[in-house]
């Protein structure tokens, strides 16, 4: 790995969190004696939420668990010492026992303390896809698409990115972003795209599992948080009738920028190496093997022990579009160390062959290269039949998933995470029997969900907010400005907000804040102002790199396998052309429905 080229300077997360306890009990004791306020009570939590940019964006950070776990703490306190809340009045009519049976163990309490459902649903959705990426679908499907395009990159970019975001409206776009830039890099790397636009086609990936996904429920944290806070008014068919038309016009600008940067790039069909040629059947033999799948570059960067002062001269050969082991021959590295390295690449049984191939590749002898690949070809037949069965049970999979997906939908007494641990119980059948390959995909969701564990402290903060009365002074705010502006104007500014507060914090986090301030409004403009409001949180988290969880994977991405010395500047001035596109685009549909909703009126 390469290593950062500004220094970061993590401050001790340890001391903060005994920092904000201590802290948190001298509140709690004075608010014994002296009612505490709930604009004290707001600036906390507003302030954690600022931390977790200013701590999060520059030099000198905090970790965010240990940010927000520990200022939960003060919020707590604060909470506790408020002259009167709804749970104040609660625990003095029923007492504490009452309180925390209803709130603390019974699942309906903690899904409005954390979003316990949502965030179950998440967690399952995640092992689920994590399983179903090992079964490779996607490479096979974008490998299968570049053929029938003739090695033509721009409608295989187009064909692949429509389906992902199909997809990121019902399987977290969280989790396709990090197969789908590995899969267009893969394309981008063989057509010799210049780095300008591979790097561009990895930031697109960011807008299609986002702005894309908003399409339904339950692709996107943000939108789970909104149906959760204003169920039952939110559901489905609201998704379908005011989301999907944004996410099919914000597709269709994509898709005008991918034709402006791809048209032209081509993939020598008949050169293709045979690792690339095999991308799908390779890569699932990478994880039954080795219990890891990589990028060459990725591959290379972690075994620079092995190749020592050459490894940024093969790195650069796999930049210009050379195979992996065409790159290690023309670089003169030792025969045994080409071997092993393979092995480790792709398979040990496969290494004496692939090098050969290579040789002869890399000599011009084409005749050779081609009677070397036929056995490389035979081997990895056997393991397609596997791959096979896997990809199977994953289709299989879907059944229960969407099956429990329309219950819930019928029966909201059914949990949501019911349907996303049924669709990873029947996936994870199919690779079950397969060690290294089944603890890769539940070692990767367990990372992936862990980017998660800093928002059970913020929604609990944003919870006693609510408890505490907050929202109630939002919401006249938002009927105020109705009143005064119209229904249309007041989205239009949602959007804009949300878009901006999204592009400094995480969406999740503003999904939950700005939302709560909805209940209460005529149903007509509730729909206009959460649609607005959830495509100014998909919108704002593509902004920046740290907006969404998709940015911060796509921005590691380029730092990591692209470019070293990209910085969060450029990030936002290659993406504010296409944002502004977007923007203008939603604002256009947002007025659109104020206007049809003024006429319906």
């Known amino acids: 790995m390469r290593e950062q080229t500004s220094a970061v300077v993590m401050l001790s997360g340890r001391k903060f969190f005994f920092s904000c306890a201590m802290l948190a009990a001298v509140i709690l004791f004075i608010g014994r004696f002296v009612p505490l306020s709930i604009s004290l009570l707001a600036l906390e939590v507003f302030g954690t939420i600022l931390g977790l940019f200013f701590f999060g964006s520059f030099r000198y950070q905090i970790h965010k668990n240990a940010l927000t776990y520990g200022m939960v703490l003060i919020i707590i ?60 679908l996607l490479e096979g499907l974008t490998f299968f698409l570049l053929r029938r395009y003739r090695g033509a990159v721009l409608p295989t970019a187009l064909a692949v990115t429509a389906v992902v975001a199909f997809a990121s409206g019902i399987l977290d776009g969280v989790s396709m972003i990090g197969l789908t830039i590995r899969t267009l890099v893969i394309i981008m790397l063989l057509a010799a795209a210049p780095t300008a636009a591979v ?40 998704f379908l009738r005011y989301c999907a038309p944004i996410a099919v016009a914000s597709y269709l600008v994509i898709a005008w920028q991918l034709r402006r940067r791809l048209r032209g790039e081509h993939v020598n069909l008949e050169t293709m190496d045979v690792i690339d040629a095999n991308a799908e059947d390779v890569r699932f033999v990478q994880a039954m093997r080795h219990g890891e799948v990589l990028t060459p570059i990725e591959f290379v960067e972690n075994h620079a022990s092995d190749l020592g002062d050459k490894t940024d001269q093969v790195v650069e050969r796999l930049r210009e579009g050379e195979s992996v082991g065409v790159a290690l021959v023309r670089e003169q590295i030792p025969e045994a160390t080409r071997k092993q390295l393979l092995g480790r690449f792709v398979s040990e049984d496969l290494a004496e062959s692939l090098d050969r191939h290579y040789v002869f590749q890399a000599a011009g002898d084409q005749a050779g290269a081609l009677a070397a690949e036929r056995q490389v070809d035979d081997t990895l037949a056997a393991s397609a039949r596997r791959r096979k069965v896997a990809q199977s049970f994953g289709a299989l999979a879907l059944i229960p998933f969407i099956g429990m997906l329309v219950w819930h939908g019928l029966d909201h007494r059914v949990p949501l995470f019911l349907a996303s641990f049924a669709g990873f119980s029947v996936a994870l059948l199919g690779i079950a029997d397969i060690p290294k390959m089944r603890d890769l995909s539940l070692r990767e969701a367990r990372y992936e969900y862990a980017e998660y564990y800093f928002l059970f402290p913020l929604f609990l ?46 969406n999740n986090v503003v999904a939950d804040f700005a939302s709560r301030a909805l209940h209460g409004l005529p149903i007509d403009i509730m729909h206009l102002f959460a649609m607005a409001q959830i495509a100014g949180y998909a919108l704002g988290g593509c902004w920046t790199h740290i907006g969404s969880a998709q940015s911060v994977v796509a921005y590691a991405f380029i730092r990591r396998d692209i470019d070293e010395d990209y910085t969060p500047v450029q990030w936002i001035k290659e993406m504010t052309p296409i944002i502004l596109q977007l923007l203008l685009v939603i604002t256009v549909l947002i007025y659109v429905e104020g206007a049809l909703f003024s006429w319906l009126s």
């Open 77 to 136: 306190a604060t909470f506790c010492g408020l002259s009167s809340s709804q749970w104040h009045v609660e625990i003095a009519q029923r007492g504490w026992e009452r309180w925390a049976q209803d709130y603390l163990f019974s699942f309906r309490g903690l899904d409005e303390l954390i979003h316990a459902d949502t965030m179950l649903f998440i967690l399952g959705l995640t092992f689920f896809v994590a399983v179903i990426a090992q079964t490779r």
């Open 199 to 238: 790097r561009y086609a990895v930031m697109v990936c960011t807008a299609v599992t986002t702005v894309c996904g908003i399409w339904l429920a339950y692709g996107e944290p943000p939108n789970l948080i909104m149906k959760a806070n204003l169920d039952p008014y939110i559901d489905n068919a609201f």
């Open 461 to 506: 903060s944003i919870t006693l907010l609510t408890k505490a009365g907050f929202f109630d002074q939002v919401q006249n705010l938002i009927r105020h400005g109705t009143e005064s502006l119209g229904p249309s104007h007041v989205a239009f500014g949602q959007f804009i907000g949300s878009s901006l507060l999204s592009a400094i914090l995480d």
